[in-house]
């Protein structure tokens, strides 16, 4: 069993596999339409200039989210 | 028989939808909005076999839920019209979450034919899609494409049209199981619906009920309408909720969302197939992402794209700007010389010449400045801006997406608004859509720059280019501060949720490019014909109308005759002087002439009011004038000041007239910056505003701009009189 944190702590070129997503309404619509559902592997492929927000590697597409909205999902970190 | 045949395309932003509709209909497309919203609905028409095609391309989406105008724009569409087929084009490189749609729309059960498109990508990245197979997993029709080459284009309609014939019309809900802990609820809900014959007429029994579940409005809002049932279904979905928040800690819609991934991934598992290191298209994407929204030289590369593209527009769009200009101003003279002097001529050349000319103007403008924004958007560097502008957007309520639109308005200054307001399409967020269109004409536009040039050099020798400058950072500050007290004000509410794709880069096709372009231009110039002629028309009217009575123009004249006749007997060099007490009188005539008319008077009876803020009836009428548009601030106080209409490029006489007149000083100078740098936006953006929005929207920009203008205005030159008297 891995670490689990929230997706906001990750660092970038971190990896890790989403646990939960407890957002809801729009954005937890938003979230999960583009793909982030638990057990999807995702990588922070870095942030904004101004640290927010953070850019996503999904296995095969890119997307970005606000920390405030990264702030909802929980990911488990491969074991070390 | 020719027969007609609705089809629908449907898919996700950037999946390659519109150059798909592109590549299948041509040129033979209308664009308009679907009935009462701001959501654009472009229909094209092929003929394919005999058979006439009419294919609408549906709105980008991710889903089908009611949050968004777009999603429900499309479901309705669906439901509704039902179109004979549904083509879904799916990017095959990431088809999972493409396909996230995809069986939405099979639980809808319409005829669905799946486009995998990018499929020379997925070939190049070394995966491999089982097509056929997918086909007989999902039940439907399969074609490979590849939209920007127009490969497989052809093989699509052949089978959507086959399709459509097979299934007649007919729908197929497709059932997939969500699981112990809501199938039975959604049995249950499903017969409900079923005996009670709700809305069944429209929807699938199975699909109304897991809208329920998935707490969705549009469905709950008309269950509410017909009592009983809409009162039992929402017992069985408050239970269930609950019994899912006790034992699962999450929602119903949540558990859905992992179902439907959870199937798609059962389908997929079985025909994709990775040979090597897959991640070669995003790979390179990434790269260039690593400079591109690099912490330093990111920012800084932004501001050369947005500064150069600025640079391109003005520059280049000043060439063919000129071209139209110089035809109208042939095309007016044409007129002048065929018409007899009077009323129509001056109609004709002043007002619809005159008001139409200028406005279409802006056409090159609008096309140059269309071709840059298309560009930025369908390279994948627009989802980047906003990513690294958003931060700083937010603050003020607005989206990273609301940086293209200011900066086209005149945030460097010399922008246009019309543009600007246009180009705010880009932003998929309601409420920050409104708040930027709403403060976009705050911005310094090429037309109000002659003013503050003028205006600076008189009052401000020697520093005119500073005036300018901080005149920039006071609209900016004042655009973002608006926009937050809006935001938390009339258009409160929660910020639209970010989450967004960054595709991968692509180089736009030319014939993408071109067609959005050109139906930009002609949205446009087709209001130029319509409500802009007619406004143009108005303005004439009240800056004519009423004409100066009989014997005053009789004077004028009687004078000028007699001038005109000393000036004929004299010898060349003695002729300047006459010549000039002509123009003069010319000059005057004009000045009482506007005076007395509609516009003068309003400039008259306002000054009680306008005094406050230091304005007296001249700079009333230059800026009821400047409501048609800015350029004719400038030319209006030369008429007034009796120096002819004054060019806004060459404002020197009015300048030095400005500086002698007793009545002018500094304080006046500011106050009327501050003003005019606010003030109402000129009609032709009150009229894209409304388009982009709605009237109500757009009126509400007119006034509240002009009251928070004077306010300020009034403010300073009070504030000021009393510390400098």
């Known amino acids: 069993m891995g670490r689990q944190m929230c997706l906001r702590q990750m660092g970038v070129n971190q990896k890790g596999i989403i646990k939960s997503v407890k957002a809801e309404g729009e954005l937890g619509r938003r979230i999960r339409d583009m793909g982030l559902v638990p057990n999807t592997e995702v990588m922070v492929l870095g942030r904004a200039p101004l640290k927010d927000p953070v850019a996503l590697r999904l296995r095969d597409f890119t997307l970005s989210l606000r920390n405030n909205e990264a702030d909802f999902i929980m990911v488990e970190l491969p074991g070390e | ?725």
């Open chain 2, 1 to 725: 028989m020719t027969q007609m045949l609705n089809i629908a395309l449907a898919g996700n932003p950037n999946a390659g939808k519109t150059t798909m509709f592109n590549a299948l209909t041509g040129a033979r497309q209308s664009v308009g909005n679907y009935p009462g919203v701001t959501v654009e609905k472009r229909v094209g028409f092929v003929t394919h076999n005999g058979l006439k095609l009419n294919v609408v391309d549906l709105p980008g989406t991710y889903s089908l839920t009611a949050y968004s105008q777009e999603e429900l724009v499309a479901r309705d569409y669906l439901v509704k019209e039902r179109p004979q087929v549904v083509i879904d084009i799916v990017d095959a490189n990431s088809l999972d979450r493409n396909l996230y749609l995809g069986v939405q729309f099979m639980e809808l059960g319409i005829p669905l034919v799946l486009a995998l498109n990018m499929m020379d990508e997925v070939r190049k990245s070394g995966k491999g899609i089982d097509t056929r197979k997918l086909s007989r997993l999902l039940d439907m029709p399969v074609v490979e494409t590849v939209a920007r080459a127009g490969v497989g284009k052809t093989r699509l309609l052949e089978e959507a049209v086959a399709y459509a014939e097979a299934r007649g019309g007919s729908w197929k809900p497709l059932t997939i199981s969500y699981g112990p802990d809501l199938d039975p609820a959604l049995l249950d809900m499903a017969a409900l619906i079923e005996q009670e014959k709700f809305l069944t007429d429209l929807y699938p029994a199975r699909w109304l009920a897991l809208k329920f579940l998935e707490g969705d409005i549009q469905i709950r809002n008309l269950a509410e309408t017909v009592g009983g049932v809409g009162r039992k279904l929402s017992e069985i979905v408050q239970k269930t909720e609950k019994h899912c928040r006790a034992t699962l800690d999450t929602t119903p819609e949540a558990i859905i969302a992992d179902y439907r991934y959870g199937f798609i991934a059962s389908v997929t598992k079985q025909v994709v197939t990775t040979e090597t290191d897959q991640q070669d298209r995003i790979a390179v994407s990434d790269k260039i992402d690593r400079v591109l929204t690099h912490r330093i030289l990111g920012p800084s590369l932004m501001l050369g794209v947005l500064y150069g593209m600025f640079l391109v527009t003005f520059t280049i769009g000043d060439i063919p700007m000129g071209w139209v200009e110089s035809f109208f101003a042939w095309l007016g003279g044409a007129a002048a010389e065929l018409l007899p002097e009077g009323l129509l001529r001056s109609m004709v050349v002043d007002g619809i010449i005159g008001g139409v000319g200028g406005v279409l103007g802006f056409v090159p403008l609008i096309m140059i400045m269309f071709l840059g924004i298309s560009f930025l958007e369908d390279s994948g560097y627009m989802a980047r801006m906003a990513y690294m502008m958003d931060r700083v957007l937010r603050i003020f309520g607005l989206h990273g997406c609301s940086v293209m639109p200011f900066i086209v308005s005149g945030g460097i200054p010399g922008g246009c608004a019309v543009p600007g307001v246009m180009g705010t399409r880009t932003l998929r967020s309601p409420k920050e859509k409104l708040a930027t269109l709403l403060t976009l004409p705050f911005m310094p536009c090429g037309a109000k720059v002659p003013v503050f040039l003028l205006l600076g050099a008189a009052f401000f020798e020697g520093a005119a280019a500073q005036v300018l400058f901080w005149i920039t950072i006071g609209s900016w500050i004042t655009a973002l501060l608006v926009s937050w007290v809006l935001r938390n004000t009339v258009i409160r509410g929660e910020a639209t949720p970010f989450v967004m794709e960054l595709p991968p880069y692509r180089l736009p096709t030319l014939k993408g490019v071109c067609i959005h372009t050109w139906e930009r231009a002609w949205q446009y110039i087709k209001k130029a014909g319509t409500i802009i002629l007619a406004i143009s028309i108005l303005i004439w009217a009240a800056m004519t109308f009423p004409t100066l009575p009989q014997e005053k123009t009789d004077a004028i004249r009687e004078q000028r005759e007699a001038v005109q006749i000393r000036l004929n007997s004299v010898e060349e060099p003695d002729q300047a002087p006459l010549q000039a007490e002509i123009t003069r009188l010319e000059n005057r005539a004009a000045e009482a002439a506007l005076k007395n008319s509609f516009a003068g008077r309003i400039g008259a009876g306002l000054e009680s009011i306008t005094r406050w803020a230091g304005f007296d009836w001249r700079v009333n009428v230059a800026l009821v004038g400047g409501f048609a548009a800015k350029e004719v601030i400038v030319s209006t106080l030369g008429t007034v000041y009796s120096l002819g209409a004054v060019d806004a490029e060459d404002t020197e006489g009015l300048s030095k007239r400005l500086q002698k007149d007793p009545h002018w000083n500094r304080l006046r100078a500011v106050s009327l910056i501050i003003f005019v740098m606010l003030y109402a936006p000129c009609f032709v953006t009150v009229v894209a505003m409304s388009r982009e929005s709605t009237w109500k929207w757009a009126l509400f920009s007119v006034a509240y701009t002009t009251i928070l203008a004077f306010s300020l205005s009034v403010a300073v030159y009070q504030v000021g009189q009393m510390l400098w008297s």
